[in-house]
């Protein structure tokens, strides 16, 4: 997963890229710690989808910028629009079976 460090390397990779996933997160979120290796191990399976991280404690404008009040949040993006917000309380099944949906209708 990419760490992206500013707002603009942000916009550019969702724009660039046919599906990417961002990850949002701070320092101090320990589900944050926990989900972000799951995360890592689920996108293998799905090998046209750029992932980016995001530290919210290192870039606070992307909080304002993606509207992201709340850590973890994972933003899926197709061609640039976002399809996909799961926030806080995430479940790994559903947010799979999410993203497996439009990644077929993408990709098959």
């Known amino acids: 997963m990419e760490k992206l460090y500013a707002v603009d390397d942000i916009k550019k990779f ?6 990417a996933l961002l990850y949002f997160s701070t320092n ?9 290796p799951k995360l890592e191990m689920m996108l293998l399976n799905y090998d046209q989808i750029s992932s980016g991280h995001v ?3 290192e870039l606070p404008a992307a909080s304002s ?8 949040t994972v933003l899926l993006f197709v061609e640039g629009k976002e ?16 993203i497996q ?3 077929d209708l993408f990709f098959s």
């Open 101 to 103: 949906k439009y990644y």
């Open 55 to 57: 530290s919210i404690d």
């Open 65 to 72: 910028e993606f509207s992201v009040f709340t850590v973890p």
């Open 28 to 36: 101090d979120c320990g589900i944050c710690t926990t989900l972000l």
């Open 14 to 19: 969702v724009n660039d890229e046919e599906m």
């Open 83 to 98: 399809v996909i917000r799961e926030a806080r309380f995430i479940s790994m099944d559903i947010l799979e079976e999410k």
